[in-house]
Structure formats: C-alpha cells, structure tokens
C-alpha cells in the first residue's frame, strides 16, 4: 500500500517527485479518449523507471501463445493490445546534452491529473548535470472531441545561462511491448514523410500465419515554438530514421528565456480508415484541429469532460479521500470506453498498461454494462452487447474447436476479434460461466431501458446458441438421477476442474429459462420464424431438452447449515477463516498453487456473485446464511471481489462490511493496494466502486420498469449525491443524514420508489429519512 | 504406424533409404553405452530430416521455464540433457564438391543397428549430382568398456571415377536443441587444440541464473586413414572455428581406390574429472584407445554385449517380429543405463532424443527398477535407489517451497539434480503419487533382493521423509469423518486436480504402514537412533498420527458394482467404453482437454496400477471386477500403460487381452506405433515390455524370498526363454508347451516355485506342463 497521492476531490496529484513509484504514478495519470490512450509518461527522454505507453484503441497484435505444456484446443494466438507509435516524445537537448530528468537534480516538481477538466499537467525545474537550471512545464490531454488526436503544450525555461537549446518532437515506433511473449517487435514501416515542422509517420503491424488482420497506423504530428510567448521563426531540421520521424529546431537563449512547443498529434488506424487514404486523411486532421489552435482544443475538450460529468458525477460530502477515489474510479472509466463504436471494449487495464493483452472479459458484461446503463445513454451498453452479436459465429466456432456442434456457442474468456486468446485450460476451457454473464447482460439491459425489441434485433440467437451449449455441456448422473456439470472453473478461480460449481449450474438453468421466455415473447413479433430458421431452431426438441435440465439440475446444498455448496465436495475441506491466516496473506503470493486450490479460501465472490445477480430469487435468511459462510473465508484477491460483497453487505445491512468492502475498492489503485499500480489500472473493477455507491450505499435497483432506492450514508460521511440516466432521464440523487432528494431537471416524470414509497418524479422530490436508514 | 524395418531377431535393419522416416531411424538406431550415446546420424553432411543427437550422461541445462501463466510454486528452469559435441562428424568433399546423400542419386543402401553386438553399419552406393558414383560403408559403436569413447571406420570408394577426395573429420560445438524454450544455445567455448590428426574441444554449459553448476565436456578426437587397405601417408591441415576444430585431408585418388578413415572419440565431462585435468585426460584416453586400435576396441566392446546378453535375453520361438521387438527393448535399456554411476539416472527418451529433457520421472522406480532388479545385479538397483536418498534434502526442501514442514519430502515430478522442473500445476503439485512409487521402490528392492541392510543404511530416512508428506497431505473431512485427500492427480494424468484418488490414496496408507513396518525393523539394528536423531523423529506423536490416518483414510467405491472407484465423483460421469469412441481415438489429438477430463475415458493403469503394485492385498474377485470395470475405458495413450494391463490380464488369465496389450508395448517404437518415435524411443515403457513377458507371461513373482513363476505361452509362440538374475545367480528359463525348464549354472542352489511346487534348483530342473500352463 502506497500513499504519496495528495487528497484533492478533483484531481491527482504528485507532490515532489517519486522516481521509484514513477511507473505507478505514470498509470494513475494515464490520458485516454476512447480511441487511444496513454500512460502518464514524460515528453522529454526519462532514463530512470518508466513503462512507455500509448495505444489506439481497436488496434491489436496476435502475440504467439506461450505455453509450456500444449493442450489440445489451445489458441494460437494471444490478441494484445500493442504499445503503438510514442507521439509524445519531445528531446530537449541543452548545448548539446539531453535533458534527462534521471540525471537532474530535481530542486521542485509537481504532476497533476486534472479529472475535472481531462487534463495532465506538470512542472519541474531541475539541475542538469552540467549545472543548468530548467523549469519545465508541461501540459496535455487527448481530446474528447476530436478523439483521434491529442496536443501538448511544453516549455523550457532557461533560469541560470545562456547558450542554445534543442527541441525535437518526434514520433517514434521502435516501441516495444514488455509483455511480448518472445520478446519481438510487433511494428513494421510502411512510410514517413517529414516537412516544415510536420512530421508523418505510418506504422503496420508485422504479418502473422494466424490470418489475423494487419492493422496500419498513422501518426501525424505538427508543432509550433513560441519564445517568450511570442511566435518563434524557427527552422526545423528533418530527421528520418527507421519508424522514427523528427524535427530539430534549435534555439539561441539568453537567461530568463523560455520556449513553449505547441505538438499535436492525430493517430488514424485502418480499423476506420481506408489505408491508402490514411496519410492524406491525417494531414487534414492535423489541418483542422491546428487551424483551431491549441487554446480552442483545449476548451472544447473542458466542455466535452464537463458534460460527462454532469452525466456521471458522484459527490462524497466529509469525505476527501472517498470522493477522490470515487472520481478517479468514473474518471478512468469514462475516457476507456465511449460507447461509440462497437467494435470496441473494455480491457481490465483500459489503455493505462500492457497486463491482460487488454481485450475483452467477462467483466464487461459483469461489471461495467450495469455503469454504463446508468451513466452513458442506451446506446452505450447496446453497442457493448451488440460486440458479443458480433462475434456469436465465432463463439459457435470457438465450441466447435471444443467438440461442441449444433450451433451452440462458447464466448471466449479473453477476446480481440471474437476468437478466443487464453491459454490454461482451467480458465479457457472451463470458466464457462462467462457464457452465462454474456446472457445475464442482455437480461439487464433489457431490464434497465426497457428496450425488449433488442430481443429480436439481437439477443435471442445469442440467447438460442448459448442455451444450446449449456444443453450439450451438462451430463446425466446416473448415480444421482441429476443433470450434472462436471470440470468447471467457477468465478472462484482458486477452484479448479471442479463437478457442480453452484454459480455455473444456477446461471445455466437461468439461461435456459431466461430463453424460453425470450423465445415465448419473441414467438409475438413478426422477426420470430426468420430467426428461428436462421438457426435452424428445433423449437419443441429443442425446448422439451431444456425443460427437462430446468427441471432436473443438480444443486450442491447443505442441508445443515441451509447454504449452497460452491461445488461437490467443499465440505471435505478443513474450513476454516480468512482472519486465521492472516500472516499468510495474500495466498497467491504466499502461498503454492496446489494449497490454494484445496484450501476452502476463496478468491472472489463465487455462490455470492451468484446470490448478487440473482438476488431476488432467494429470500433474506437464504443471502444472510450463504453471506455469512462464504465472506469470511473470502480473501477478495481479484478486484472484481469486495464491491459485489460491498453491494450484499448493503442489502443485508451489515454496514461496516459494506464499508470495508467499499474502501477496498474505491482506492484500489490510488493507494497501489495490491503492489501492481503500476502495471496499469484495475479498470473494469472501477464500475464495481460505482455500483458498490449506487447499487449498494444507494440500493438502486430496477424493479418492473420502475427506479428502486433503498439508500443509506456510511458513517463518517455527511452525504453523498450521483447522476444516474434512467428511461432517457439524468436525474440527480442527493442522500443526506436527513433525506434523499431526486432531481429530474426535465419535463417528463419518472417512476421511483424510495424504501418502498413511489414516487413520480419531475423537479425535485424530498423522502424524508429516519431511524435505519439515515445511520 | 510405419513397418519399414526388415524383421529380424538380432538386428533392426533399414533396406533401401526412406528419407521420410530418416529422423525414425535415427532414433531405432541409437547408440549409448550408459555415459554416452547419440542418434543414428550419417557421419556425412546430410541435409534432409534428420535430429542431430549427441549426448554425455548427467550433463544438462537449466532451460528457463517456458509458460503461459505463472503459479506460485512453478520452477525457474526445466533441468533438460541437452544436444551435446557431435564427435561423428566427417566431411566427405569429392572434387570440391561436399557429399550430401540427400543431393545424391541413391542406388543401394543399407544400415543396420545390430544389437547382439551393440554396432551401426551402412553401406550405400550414391551418384553424386556431377555424376560420381561413390561407396560409402560405415560401421561405428559407442565402447560398452571405454564407455567414454566411440570409435568409427568409415569407407569411401571411387567407382568411376579419378581425382580428389577430402575426408574432413570434426567435432563441432554449434549445435542447438530444437526444444530449448527460447531457441537459445547451450554451450560456449572454453579452449579447443588441434594437432596432427587430432582435435580437442573444451566447450562449458553457459552461465545460468539459478546456481545451477556448469559442466564442462572436453571431446577428443584421433583418426588414421587407410587407402586400399594399407595405412595412407598424410598430411592433415588444422581446421578452427568458433566451437569447432577439425583436420582436412585431401588425398588423390584413381577409380577404384577406397579410402578407409578411422576415427576414435572420447567425451570427458567435468561432473566426473576435474576441470583443469580434462584436455590432458582426454589426449591420455585418445592414447589408451588408440593403442588399442579399432579391431581391439570392437572386440571388446562385443565381449561386453555378450555377457549382457547372457544376462538378459529373451527369446521368443515362432515369432520374429516378437522376438526382433523384445530384444529391441532389451538393447535399448541396456544401453541407456549400465547402473555404475549413482549419479545417473534413466531418461524417458534415454540417449535417443530430446523430448521430456531426459530426466528423471517416476518411471524409473515403477517401470525401471524391476528389470534392473531381475537382469543386472543388485548394485544396479541400489544405485538407482542411492540417486534418490541423495536428493532427499532437495526433496525436503521441495516440499517446503510448497508449504510443508517438518521433514516432509516431495519427490520432484522431473529432476536432474533433484530440484523439480516440471511447471504445469496439475502435475508438478499434484502427482503427488511419484512419491509413493519412490517408496516402493525400496520395498521392490528388499523384497527381490533380501538386502534389509538398505533399510538402515538409506532407505528409512527417505520412508520417514515420505509418510511425513503424506501426513501433512492429508485431511480431515468432518463431513466423511474419514482422512481425505484433496487436489491430486493420479497417473491417469487424463483427470486433473480430483479428490481421493484410490490409487494415491492407497499408495499413501501403504506407506504409512511400510515406514511403520521399516521403523519396527530398524529399531533392532545399531544405527536406528542415529537415524532417528538425524531426522528429528518424535517416535510416538509421529507414528501415532500415521496409525491414526491408516485406521481412517477414506477410500472411494462403488458397493453396487464392487469396484474401487478412481476418485470422487468417478459415477457421476457418463460411462462408456473405448469401443464407443472409436473414431475419435487418439482422444489426446482429437478432443480438447477439457472433453478428456470430463470424461471417463483413462490414459493409463490407475486403480489397477495400485492393484498391479498390490496384487496380493486383494482377491481374484476383486482384482477381476476392477479390471473388467477400467480396462474397457482405458484408452492407454501413456506408453507405460499397457504393461501394467497385459501383466494383469496374464495373472488373471484373460491371455488374449495380455497378449494384445503385449503387442501394444513391444513394438511401440519399431513400429512407431504413436507416430513420435522421431522424437526418441520410449525408454522406460521398454521396462515394461520386458515385465509383461517375465512377470506376465511367465508369472515370475518373489514371495517370501522365493521366486515363483506361474507360466504360460501366448497364442502363436512355440516356445520362449528369458534370463532372470536372483540372489546372486543367473538362471535361463525356458517355457515350452511341454514343460519349464530352469538352468541354473552354478554351484549353489536357489529356491523356485512353478505353479505352486517348490524346486532347489541347481543343475537344470524341468516342470512338466499340461491343461491350462500350456495353452
């Protein structure tokens, strides 16, 4: 645990600089925009700790697998989201020696990530070896509005001699990733070009026997130089090396002078563009936003962010810490995924590192839709289940290579392009619920928006082909007179291969049923026989074998302690608590694979999550028994862990816990809880956070179309407040010591219940609170 | 399946070159003399398949582990024999021109391993691309006295043609392993002298991260050329390179003439000689060696495989492809491992290739030891059982690195120097059986051998070691009120992570009781408190808990069908039988992992693998039931699977079912049955062959001290006979269908029980058969 960050409601900020966390840092001040994205690197050459990294989004690189035992019916391939050309890179060289921070004395230094405004800035003033004094000021962002393209505003301040000062922009693809499985280059040139302070430089990513897609990037970059703030006649001198392109301009400086580049740079990939089209299209890019200017970039950018806000924002009133997490939480967030383009997702470290190859998860699904249904409009979450229809004949595909038929479809575990890309065959073979969390996510959105035409349009194939796999992947137990499913890994993934995972049987009966009603209400609309013949849908075989695994499921159960089983034989295990091993913690440092795996100590939440997503199937004593066996030998060792906990503590109104829970995640990275910051963020464990305020503190719910509170504040808070977007309506929800207030600025009224009380909402209305609640 | 290779029952012979099997040759034709050994590689250049193999034994690699998601536990490196200085190399250049049979027009060929004699030939009649015929006739052998030496005549003639030849012999160092995990070297160059027919080459095994020692190999080579049969008069010019030395001669020659090279190797390793000695030990065994000269060396060389054959044969009457595969067998592991070094172990490929690392595995104590035992004298044995008492604190040190204390010892799963190098998790942690197989060994080798004395001098510590792992191993189970042990693999590696494996769980009570049993023993010998003081033995408390998990380990079984179930859950699984799948078989290449898990299907000898260890704890009811219950589901994909079922199937009288499982194991590689015998033959399996004659077939037991056999021939021999070492004598037995013979030629008499009847053998004593013995 880690905490040099200093407290501030809206930003973040490094206070004196920390060199040894500086790859840390870099992560928490990562910049994105949904189409590319950056680590919190400097401009200038840094030799000391640094992870370099900028990504454009969608543009990826099937890294051969690594494995030291091959399985049948591994993939390939790895899909990894790749560092991609450094735009950023701007060389000051002082008579002649680069400026190296490394190197420096470093007399002040101060880094801010402005969430508030998207905003990275930085200022320093070092002592070269040679005994100059600089002052360095730097600020950047990636624009909102014009998402493929970022600028930069830098200057050098000369504070104690005179002499000459070079800068070099430059755009440089002889980039690595430090995840490469064999530790090659995944970039080749294809052109450059460089003219009067402009550089453009065109990338490819290298062949592949995989027949992956190769994708082309464009970076342009223009500059501008003011000394003194005024506008500079400079020369730059063109510099062309192997994926490298540069403009040197060197400067005469006098004491007290200060330069300031200007560098924008656009980034344009073939997964949007036509490639022979890619240079010219960046040039008129580079055209466009420097014909607006730096100044103008900037504000419309602000505005862009300030809207977001008004979308997403949670206040923590009496609470600084909190309310800085809980915004670093939306923050991050919101620049990883727009919603805009769905062929996009969510990689569980965004464009903040190269850890998990950066592509799609289940968490997508189980975490992140339940944020952007009540943050980001309709579209966003639709187009994040629209992917998944995507990619459906390749998860059909992807069963097939598993011995599946009929059209039955696995989703992969770890996805770019809809085929699979994990490799240990207790998660890619096994983890299966996934199939599962993939449906659910298609139940919650209709849920939420109320949008059940997207049943016809897209979910009910997906729903067909995921119930068909489930058909074919349980067995018949004749010993016990049960369908079975036998060599799962549940979410738990400190269990392996094991028979009746709990969450996985429960979530495949669910499926089942979920589908025939889906089948039953789409069977209405005129679409029904298209799809039904599209594929080739046995309507009365097909749904008498689903039945009979509804009806015939086999549920692990003690019926001693009234709670579910995790799995057959989780009894044989000595139980025991998390609290009387706590010098042995965390157990996936400390301890062995094999004693993880038969210890009874669970990773994440496994027949919880199952008791989180289907609350409402179980009555109170049913959640408290299984809470109350299951929390305690929980060792919250993914990030995905404490906010599902924090949400049932809530709804159990055990309070404390919830809390605990939630502070575990809020801070997560912020305070480097789990000593890997700086490999990038947890990003999709950041929705957890927001649902463990909105779903859990607040108790939001939607209940038969209507909007469900059930709030209360944790102590030491004083109140809190969040936008949430329901039915095409942000409303505000301010909860005080007092009361819960719900704003809904427009002229339509919405439907919500308050403890049970409902309201139609339009203005503001004011639910007094007492006795429970309000504590 | 590939039958290329000419029956015979001395020899494996190859007539007419098949370049597409070349790389299977190779591996047949492998020759090794225990300390040293090498693929069946043309002395020439040649460029098509083939797997250059040379390998000196005990000298290997710490490859660093190759995988694809890292588990606390896993090892750094994988211990791998590696590809070691090829001393057989000669260049042969006609005008200029290198000899290349591959380029090469090829009239007549033949290569023969002949195995009653340990020698390589070939003789070859080619057409160069310029038209030149050439003969080539090769003869080579790895000396079974020198056993650091080889030596090679190798002929060229000129049949049409006038000019010069250039006989180029080397020893090149710039080889490679195509295994190594990240396609790096292993070796660099120490030294490397050349002199007047003579070339020596120091290379070292590259640094290494882990404190793994660096061997140093000095290879040292002398040759002599003939021309039509009379010594040449010639001038050898000096050849260095990188890794390399080599002495040129380039000789004028008419058509008709032959020139005749013969060339004396010596390997000398740093694990066996000092360092700074090695060069000058290598030039004192070159003139030892070629004192002797070749004749004198291949004689013998010839004496010694005689006298191994007199030990060890098998012949088989009215069955050449059966006999040609059992003395295949025999050949093979004769030459891998001669039993004098204590150091040394059995590889799973032996000295014929590179797959597996050529460390060591459980095979050598379950499938290795017994032929050892009954064909090599006893130290042959106690060596193999010394090599593990000596890495018993590794072993120790093992378990630690995974949790337990107190002395428990975890065998590793692979070693060369007693750490573990296996790294994927269901095997490395949880095959935890291999020590059981460790332990039984020992008892194995008491029983055959009646040298209780091994108890107190090694075998206890290591027994103790053992029961304390097991101990520690086990828990449990409030719910079964019984001992369970959770998360293993048994040696059906075709299940992952089960609970209560029978087999293991057997094995671990037997070892229990066994180390109860030894501590009984030793306790009335002079050194038992030295030992027990040594290991820190808490007598009572210790012996104690192991009684307690002895009296209540929980074992699975199915009452309704009175067999033994393989772990938990083994009935709730689909059941069907290999017959039903059998186009899908191989399973291993044609399903995915998780399919095979899921299923029932069995990879090799599991329940029965403890039925076959522990025959006499259970009736013929029960050892039928068991056998008639698995064997049908049992896919046998492990090469040591089916020995254990045709010795199972002979004991049980099932002789069809012995017969075919015979015929799976015997000429697995010679008829490269699973379609890897390029990689290298299945050493260890070989053992097996071996077994499912003597112990099979013949029935050859030792109870009570006494060795028993219960014969029977199979269908389609006439007659065989085998060689049996017991208790310091070598007797010769005959089965015919009349009657068993036993010849023992020694003065003192041993005590054989046939079908029940005791003799005192001495002389020749002749069991008459009838009725069942003789069908």
Redesign the interface.
């Given at each position: 645990m880690k905490q040099y960050i200093t407290p501030n409601p809206w930003s973040v900020i490094e206070e004196g600089f920390h060199p040894e966390e500086n790859e840390i840092t870099e992560s928490l001040m990562s910049l994105g925009n949904g189409r590319m994205g950056q680590r919190g690197n400097f401009e200038e050459k840094y030799s000391g700790k640094t992870l370099l990294g900028n990504y454009v989004a969608g543009v990826y690189f099937p890294d051969k697998?690594?494995?030291?035992?091959w399985?049948?019916?591994y993939p390939d391939y790895f899909a990894k989201v790749i560092n991609a050309c450094n735009w950023i890179g701007i060389d000051v060289e002082i008579d002649g020696q680069i400026l190296d921070l490394h190197t420096c004395q470093i007399e002040e230094f101060y880094r801010e990530l402005d969430m508030k405004r998207g905003v990275l800035s930085r200022h320093c003033t070092a002592i070269t070896p040679q005994g100059q004094r600089v002052r360095i000021e730097s600020e950047r962002f990636c624009s909102m509005v014009d998402d493929e393209s970022g600028a930069i505003k830098y200057s050098v301040k000369a504070l104690n001699f005179d002499g000459h000062i070079t800068l070099t922009p430059y755009l440089d693809g002889t980039i690595r990733n430090r995840d490469a499985n064999?530790d090659e280059t995944f970039w080749q040139e294809i052109s450059k070009e460089t003219s009067f302070a402009e550089g453009i430089l065109t990338l490819e990513t290298k062949p592949n026997p995989y027949g992956v897609e190769q994708f082309e990037v464009t970076t342009g970059m223009r500059f501008d130089i003011k000394k003194n703030g005024k506008k500079l006649d400079f020369q730059s001198h063109p510099v062309k090396n192997e994926k490298y392109v540069a403009g040197k301009v060197v400067t005469e400086i006098s004491e007290g002078d200060e330069l300031t580049l200007f560098k924008y740079a656009v980034n344009l990939s073939s997964a949007n563009y036509k490639r022979e089209e890619l240079t010219e299209k960046a040039k008129n890019y580079l055209d466009r936003i420097t014909k607006k200017g730096y100044s103008s970039l900037l504000s419309e950018h602000e505005l862009a962010w300030a809207d977001k806000w008004e979308r997403n924002d949670i206040e923590i009133v009496g609470d600084m810490e909190a309310q800085q997490g809980i915004r670093f939480n939306i923050f991050h967030l919101q620049q990883t995924y727009t919603g805009e383009d769905e062929s996009l997702n969510i990689g569980p470290k965004g464009f903040t590192g190269e850890k998990y190859g950066g592509v799609t998860y289940w968490d997508t699904e189980a975490y992140c839709i339940p944020f952007y249904l009540a943050t980001s409009g309709k579209h966003v979450a639709r187009n994040l289940l629209i992917y998944r229809y995507k990619h459906l004949a390749k998860a059909i595909e992807n069963a097939g290579?598993?011995?599946f038929s009929q059209g039955a479809a696995l989703y992969p575990m770890v996805t770019m392009n809809g085929e699979e890309s994990h490799?240990?065959?207790?998660i890619t073979?096994?983890e299966i619920h996934r199939n599962g969390a993939i449906a659910f996510a298609i139940y919650d959105y209709i849920n939420y928006t109320g949008d059940k035409v997207y049943l016809a349009e897209y979910g009910l194939e997906v729903l067909i082909a995921i119930s068909r796999f489930w058909k074919q992947r349980v067995?018949?137990?004749?010993?016990?007179e049960k369908f079975?499913m036998?060599?799962v890994t549940g979410p738990n993934e400190y269990e392996?291969?094991?028979?009746?995972n709990w969450y996985t049987n429960y979530l495949a009966v669910w499926c089942l049923k979920y589908t025939l009603s889906a089948i039953e209400y789409v069977r209405s609309q005129e679409k029904a026989d298209a799809i039904f013949a599209k594929v080739e849908f046995d309507q009365e075989a097909e749904t008498k074998d689903w039945q009979e695994i509804i009806d015939k499921m086999y549920f692990p159960y003690d019926p001693e302690r009234e709670v579910f089983l995790q799995q057959?034989?989780f009894?044989?295990?000595?139980?025991k608590t998390v609290d009387q091993i706590s010098e042995h913690r965390p157990i996936?440092?400390?301890?062995?694979?094999?004693?993880?795996?038969?210890s009874c100590f669970i990773k994440q939440a496994d027949v919880l999550q199952g008791l989180y997503l289907f609350e409402d199937h179980f009555d109170q004593g049913t959640l408290r028994r299984n809470f109350d066996f299951y929390e305690p030998m929980t060792v919250h060792e993914s990030s995905l862990s404490p906010c599902v906990h924090s949400i049932l503590a809530s709804s159990l109104g055990k309070k404390e816990k919830a809390y605990e829970m939630y502070v575990r995640t809020a801070r997560l990275d912020l305070d480097d809880y789990n000593n890997d910051t700086e490999d990038g963020l947890h990003i999709t464990s950041m929705a957890g956070t927001w649902m463990s305020v909105v779903k859990g503190f607040a108790g939001q719910r939607v209940r038969d179309g209507v909007l469900v509170l059930n709030p209360y504040i944790p102590e030491g808070w004083d109140a809190y407040s969040f936008r949430i977007g329901f039915r095409g309506i942000t409303m505000r929800i301010e909860v005080t010591r007092q009361a819960v207030i719900i704003e809904n600025p427009t002229t339509e009224s919405v439907e919500v219940q308050v403890w049970g009380k409902q309201y139609s909402v339009l203005g503001e209305v004011r639910h007094e609170l007492k006795g429970a609640a309000a504590e």
């Open positions: 697998t690594r494995v030291g035992w399985k049948n019916g064999y290579k598993l011995g490799n240990e065959w207790e073979f096994e067995n018949w137990s004749a010993q016990k079975v036998l060599g392996n291969n094991v028979n009746n057959d034989g009894l044989d295990k000595e139980l996936n440092q400390k301890w062995s694979w094999d004693r993880i795996l038969r």
